[in-house]
Each structure stands twice: as structure tokens, then as C-alpha cells.
């Protein structure tokens, strides 16, 4: 099974500033015939089910603002919110498609500081 | 974009069995596979298995073999998940998410279902 892991577990950040998130995996998740990295990242606010922002991991969903980019290669990959809105509260999950079994990060909860 | 609307939340005693529905709109799924993803109380989310709608193959995570069965009515457009041999443990939201397919592989979770709790109480 290949393991995700997220850093940090929880994250505060100012509004406006830039929030990192990271994800590492325990096996690559690059597919080496089509050079595409099957890592996607979810937003899930309480009460909702997870949203899509980011597949391909650094391919942003239609409709997620331009804030939100992902990047890395491998196992080694980044969330990153450019300038904090306060809607961007929430918890983050990364997820790789590599393989059966589907497997996502433990989370980071973002913050307001 | 399809989306995925799931039956009611359930209360049900340890050693039961509970079926959860999705039913697909919006959208043809023949192309997706449905999936099952879990998410305890402040907990993150567990992935439980898929079912391509079109043919009804299904694959389960190891830890829900013999205990989880993934069926569908093409007919209307629904999925069902049914976990068997209830306990406290599987107390948890249950959502059923897409994942669109072509060839052999399959992507990302889009769209997801509101999500279904799952109380297994005595």
C-alpha cells in the first residue's frame, strides 16, 4: 500500500499570507509511460464532503481560484495558498490514484492566525 | 457535472448490516466508477472499495473484504454499498464519490455524494 503523509497536522496562518502544505508519498506515484503524477488534493469544510482542487497535482480544478496551486514530482508535493482568504479554513487531504488502495494523507487543518 | 445524492442517515445495533444508496443525476456514470470513502468522527477519510457502473466489477480494500458488497440498479441510476457484521468501529459518515475511467485507469474522486452517518449503537 503507499502510504501518504502530510506536514504539518494543523497549520495558522495570517490572512493574506501564503499557507504550505506538504505530502509525501511512501512509493512514487509518477506514471513513467505518460509523465503524469497521480496525486490529487481535496478542501473539506465541516459538514460537507471533500471538493476537488487540484488532480494531476498541479492541474487546477475549473472553478477553484488561481490562489490554490500544487506542485512536485515523485513522491514529494506541495499545496500552496498564495494569499489566505478566510474561506480557506478548512481541512486538506492529499491522494494518490497510483494504486489500489486508494490512499489519502491524514489531513492538515488550516487556520486563521 | 453528474452528481451523486445519497440515501438518509441510519442507526443500526452492532452485528447488523446497513445499505447505503447513491443515486446518480445530472450525468451518464457509464464511464465512472463509484466509490466508497468513510470518515469516522474528526477522523480522515478511508477509502472502501469501488464498482464500475456500467459492469458491475467491484474491488475492495483488504480491511472490508467478506464484510462490504457493492451492487448497482442501472436501471435507476443507483449504487448501494451494504457492510455487514456491524460494530461501534464503523461509525462514520459514508460517502459514495465518482471516479471517471477510460481504458484501465481510473483518476480522481469528482463528484462526491453529501454523505450518509452510520450510527452503530446497542
Known amino acids: 500500500d503507499i502510504v501518504m503523509t502530510q506536514s504539518p497536522d494543523s497549520l495558522a496562518v495570517s490572512l493574506g499570507e501564503r499557507a504550505t502544505i506538504n505530502c509525501k508519498s511512501s512509493?512514487?506515484?509518477?506514471?513513467?509511460?505518460?509523465?503524469?503524477?497521480?496525486l490529487a488534493w481535496y478542501q473539506q469544510k465541516p459538514g460537507h464532503p471533500p471538493k476537488l482542487l487540484i488532480y494531476w497535482a498541479s492541474t487546477r480544478e475549473s472553478g477553484v481560484p488561481d490562489r490554490f496551486s500544487g506542485s512536485g514530482s515523485g513522491t514529494d508535493f506541495t499545496l500552496t495558498i498564495s494569499s489566505l482568504q478566510a474561506e480557506d479554513v478548512a481541512v486538506y487531504y492529499c491522494q494518490q490514484y497510483y494504486s489500489t488502495p486508494l490512499t489519502f494523507g491524514q489531513g492538515t487543518r488550516l487556520e486563521i492566525k | 457535472q453528474g452528481q451523486l445524492v445519497q440515501s438518509g442517515a441510519e442507526v443500526k445495533k452492532p452485528g447488523a448490516s446497513v445499505k447505503v444508496s447513491c443515486k446518480a443525476s445530472g450525468d451518464t456514470f457509464n464511464s465512472y466508477d463509484i466509490n466508497w470513502v468513510r470518515q469516522a468522527t474528526g477522523q480522515g477519510l478511508e477509502w472502501m472499495g469501488w464498482?464500475?457502473?456500467?459492469?458491475?466489477?467491484?474491488g475492495y480494500a483488504q480491511k472490508f473484504q467478506g464484510r462490504v458488497t457493492m451492487t448497482r440498479s442501472t436501471s435507476i441510476s443507483t449504487a448501494y454499498m451494504e457492510l455487514s457484521s456491524l460494530r461501534s468501529e464503523d461509525t462514520a459518515v459514508y460517502y459514495c464519490?465518482?471516479?471517471?475511467?477510460?481504458?484501465?485507469?481510473?483518476?480522481?474522486?469528482?463528484?462526491w455524494g453529501q454523505g450518509t452517518l452510520v450510527t452503530v449503537s446497542s
Open positions: 464519490a465518482g471516479r471517471y475511467c477510460t481504458g484501465t485507469s481510473c483518476f480522481w474522486f469528482d463528484p
Open positions: 464498482m464500475n457502473f456500467n459492469s458491475g466489477n467491484t
Open positions: 512509493q512514487t506515484v509518477l506514471y513513467s509511460s505518460n509523465n503524469k503524477n497521480y
